[in-house]
């Protein structure tokens, strides 16, 4: 009996869509930085730098981010039930979070946390979402509006304003819309993420309620991306979820649909726990069984992620044994985000043919490159754009990986790189040094020198 020995699936019989899937913070760039780690590991010698600081994603705690007690304590005896009904259980553990964890154990069904649960979520912990969404918007919230998720991750693109901070202009997305509707397409909603990534802007209330009033005019779902509301850093603004601006104009379920977003991954440093939540107001019961149904293909969300999220929603507060560790160790995290956060800025906004607005929340900077054109030509030559040509020569000169612009659909005719501002204090003086050595050669390199154009066609 022969066998057909050629390999079943294959770059070239593999589904095609898979094949266009771009993921710009996980592409190239940390394949790239891959390599480089192996040499460092195989050949230190030869690397001019003797670690990868990775500045393309959102993960805290890789880059040094300590997690907060409290949520690791509640965390551990949710995991080990066992642990309080020790001695040494109230020499290690708050009393706090001792109560938290039985009153979450207590919540589920089978009493531990290796089991599944309802696709939505626990429902006490669903509830304890909704309070926290009551109390922040003052608005009421239900536990059957909420779903608990595994983290939260084509479409009409619309550009942001960079010379207005970043400001969203209602007529730019009209716009996009009518271009859209002109096409043939059904646009069915409106994705805005607040405060932005990656542009780090925060919109103002005025601006909230224009894209309000927009959606509703046009008939289009708000999705509110909403997961970086703990990350404010300019003083001179504040969260407001789109849910509180919407009621506050006095449109209720039956004038919008909106569905929020929020996870403890950004704001909390939690990437791996995968802990979210989805908030779908304005939907008929019809749909939302649907939704429900969708949710039941994964069976559940993790149930560490659902823990953390309610204790993110209902945080120790004042008079609380762990409060003022809690309340301490978040302000401590916050501060130093500002700190290296204006560092970043003025490192980026000194450097020749750059400009950077300031970061106004979540947790990454999107300055603007204005390349020699030399340097342009030199990445037309290779076949990448100029913000990947940069971002690859950066790496290869400092270790610092970056996101390239062109992942998230920059304005046409514009070069961006996101930088996150998670690595450590003492690192971020190290990339600074690093990014100005190297962007001040890499200018005198491409300054209008046809040297270079020569050089890459031998």
């Given at each position: 009996m022969s066998y057909n020995k050629a390999p079943s699936i294959t770059a070239e019989t593999i589904?095609?869509?898979?094949?266009?899937?771009?993921?710009?913070?996980?592409?190239?760039?940390?394949?790239?930085?891959?390599?480089?780690?192996?040499?460092?590991?195989?050949?230190?010698?030869?690397?001019?730098?003797?670690?990868?600081?990775?500045?393309?994603?959102?993960?805290?705690?890789?880059?040094?981010?300590?997690p907060l007690t409290f949520f690791r304590e509640v965390l551990s005896l949710c995991d080990n039930p066992a642990?309080?009904?020790?001695?040494?259980?109230?020499?290690?553990?708050?009393?706090?979070?001792?109560?938290?964890?039985?009153?979450?154990?207590?919540?589920?069904?089978?009493?531990?946390?290796?089991?599944?649960?309802?696709?939505?979520?626990?429902?006490?912990?669903?509830?304890?979402?909704?309070?926290?969404?009551?109390?922040?918007?003052?608005?009421?919230?239900?536990?059957?509006?909420?779903?608990?998720?595994?983290?939260?991750?084509?479409?009409?693109?619309?550009?942001?304003?960079?010379?207005?901070?970043?400001?969203?202009?209602?007529?730019?997305?009209?716009?996009?819309?009518?271009?859209?509707?002109?096409?043939?397409?059904?646009v069915r909603a409106m994705v805005v993420i607040n405060p932005g990534n990656p542009t780090g802007q925060v919109l103002s209330v005025t601006n909230q309620e224009e894209i309000v009033e927009f959606c509703r005019k046009e008939g289009l779902v708000?999705?509110?991306?909403?997961?970086?509301?703990?990350?404010?850093?300019?003083e001179n603004k504040k969260f407001h979820s789109f849910k509180k601006v919407a009621r506050s104009l006095a449109y209720d379920e039956n004038d919008l649909t909106l569905v929020s977003l929020h996870f403890v991954s950004m704001s909390y440093g939690e990437s791996g726990r995968?802990?979210?939540?989805?908030?779908?107001?304005?939907?008929?019961?019809?749909?939302?069984?649907?939704?429900?149904?969708?949710?039941?293909l994964t069976l559940c969300p993790n149930i560490a992620g659902q823990i953390l999220v309610s204790l993110a929603m209902d945080p120790p507060k004042l008079g609380d044994e762990s409060f003022e560790s809690f309340d301490k160790e978040k302000e401590q995290i916050r501060s130093s985000f500002c700190k290296r956060a204006k560092t970043l800025e003025k490192a980026f906004s000194g450097l020749e043919g750059v400009t950077c607005n300031k970061l106004e929340g979540a947790l990454y900077l999107f300055p603007r490159l204005h390349l020699p054109s030399a340097a342009i030509r030199a990445a037309d030559f290779e076949g990448v754009s100029p913000d990947i040509f940069y971002a690859h020569r950066l790496l290869d000169a400092t270790g610092i990986a970056v996101v390239p612009g062109s992942g998230f659909h920059q304005a046409s005719g514009t070069i961006h790189i996101r930088c996150t501002i998670l690595p450590d204090e003492r690192k971020i003086e190290v990339m600074v040094a690093r990014l100005r050595a190297f962007h001040k050669a890499f200018m005198n390199e491409f300054r209008g020198s046809q040297q270079v154009m020569n050089d890459l066609r031998r």
């Open positions: 589904n095609p869509r898979v094949k266009i899937i771009r993921y710009a913070p996980c592409g190239e760039i940390v394949k790239h930085a891959a390599r480089l780690e192996q040499e460092i590991e195989e050949n230190p010698a030869s690397i001019p730098f003797q670690e990868i600081i990775y500045c393309n994603l959102g993960n805290p705690q890789v880059l040094g981010q300590p642990l309080m009904d020790r001695d040494e259980a109230r020499a290690l553990f708050s009393p706090c979070s001792i109560r938290r964890a039985r009153r979450i154990l207590n919540s589920i069904p089978s009493k531990d946390t290796g089991g599944y649960t309802d696709c939505r979520g626990i429902k006490c912990l669903r509830q304890v979402v909704a309070d926290g969404i009551t109390a922040r918007d003052g608005f009421p919230s239900t536990a059957d509006d909420i779903f608990l998720t595994d983290g939260a991750t084509s479409a009409v693109p619309y550009n942001l304003t960079e010379d207005n901070g970043w400001g969203l202009e209602i007529f730019e997305v009209k716009r996009c819309l009518e271009e859209a509707r002109s096409a043939g397409l059904t708000i999705l509110a991306d909403e997961v970086y509301q703990e990350n404010i850093y300019a995968r802990g979210g939540y989805m908030e779908v107001s304005g939907v008929a019961a019809n749909v939302k069984d649907q939704i429900y149904k969708v949710a039941s």
